[in-house]
């Protein structure tokens, strides 16, 4: 009898022991963080007070003690997800997140660095900013160089007249480096001499963006700090990365037409972009563009004689004699007397360029890869009059 006792409370204890353990036995959450067929590393990854990271391939596992939460997953440049989930005693369950990008984010990115740590968007050196194709279209503005003076604080530009050098926190043009797919892009054969006076960055070499297609553009992307260091001293102001298309199997036509409410600045352009893949693994991606840009002014009407001049001592009406003469000879050789006052706006520009974008894997590690470019500008700047 007192064995049987026993034994009965020997199995009231176990079977409690083992109900402990197995109420307190943690479930585990796996899964895999993507952006359509991109593993998306380094995400964040929240459930209750614990927060792991993806690794390269977009994989996560975490564990939580049985109950209901909910998983919280975000990546710089994504849109936030949050899903409610059941963890279960012991049990393992998987998911798949798809996340969406968020245009109102810009992302934040390493153009290059020294460094082999792996690093996360959040904790890189130095800031970023990266601008896509759909904000760039969406100032309104023809060529890069406008569209990156409406969108980024740091950004200078000059006046649309011969040349439009560009300067990163007011240095000179040939202190920011300008890269395509992270290569070093040519300045411009042309010193700035300082004519017209109010040109930007006087004695300085100047670049050019607007040579580059801007079909042909997938992001740009600056380095608001100075990279000296890594790339030497026309890295003083920054960097500026121009990420070209590396698109297959699609065409895309864009075209902008408009012009200012005076009735002058017509601006036209039109732009294509065509990708082809290389037996599976390359690809080559083509671009053409063209670009019209008519002059603009803002000067008013020269009041002064042009042909004739006062006498001295001349009366009112002696005057007023003499600039009916003038406006007559004027008249006669269908002159606009604006034309004496101009210019003071921007210059007419034609221009056109081709670009050709490939690349070809030739083992695990290596590749060939060509960029090849031909631009074609012809610009008008007015002389004025010498009286």
């Not at 920011?176 to 017209?196: C, D, K, M, Q």
């Amino acid at each position: 009898m007192r064995r049987t006792y026993l034994n009965m409370v020997l199995s009231i204890i176990a079977t409690f022991f083992v109900n402990s353990i197995l109420f307190g036995q943690n479930g585990t959450i796996t899964g895999k963080v993507k952006y359509g067929k991109e593993a998306l590393q380094a995400a964040s990854v929240s459930l209750a007070d614990k927060t792991t990271l993806t690794d390269q391939s977009g994989s996560f596992s975490i564990s939580a003690k049985p109950g209901n939460y909910t998983i919280t997953i975000t990546h710089t440049g994504y849109k936030k997800i949050e899903q409610v989930i059941k963890v279960n005693n012991g049990d393992i369950k998987n998911f798949d997140f798809e996340m969406i990008p968020n245009d109102q984010l810009d992302e934040v990115v390493l153009v290059g660095s020294h460094s082999i740590e792996q690093r996360t968007n959040l904790n890189t050196p130095v800031p970023i900013d990266v601008f896509s194709e759909k904000k760039l279209v969406q100032t309104g503005q023809l060529g890069l160089i406008q569209m990156l003076n409406y969108l980024v604080p740091s950004f200078n530009a000059g006046r649309q007249d011969l040349n439009e050098p560009v300067t990163l926190r007011g240095l000179d043009p040939d202190h920011v480096l300008i890269l395509v797919n992270e290569n070093r892009y040519h300045n411009s054969a042309f010193l700035n001499n300082g004519t017209p006076k109010f040109s930007l960055g006087r004695g300085s070499v100047s670049n050019d963006l607007n040579s580059i297609p801007f079909s042909a553009i997938e992001s740009a992307e600056i380095l608001r700090d100075g990279a000296s260091a890594q790339y030497g001293s026309d890295a003083i102001a920054g960097v500026i990365n121009i990420r070209l298309k590396e698109s297959t199997g699609k065409t895309t036509i864009q075209s902008h037409i408009g012009q200012y409410y005076a009735g002058d600045g017509l601006k036209v352009s039109l732009g294509f972009n065509r990708g082809f893949m290389l037996k599976k693994n390359g690809f080559l991606n083509f671009s053409a563009d063209f670009r019209y840009q008519a002059p603009t002014t803002r000067a008013g009407e020269y009041l002064a004689t042009v042909y004739k001049n006062y006498p001295a001592g001349s009366n009112a009406l002696d005057s007023a004699r003499i600039k009916a003469e003038d406006d007559a000879i004027i008249k006669s050789r269908g002159i606009n007397k604006k034309e004496f006052s101009k210019y003071n706006g921007i210059s007419q520009l034609i221009s056109s360029g081709i670009l050709i974008n490939g690349a070809y894997p030739t083992g695990k590690h290596s590749e060939f890869f060509l960029t090849g470019s031909v631009n074609y500008r012809e610009n008008h700047q007015a002389a004025s009059y010498r009286f």
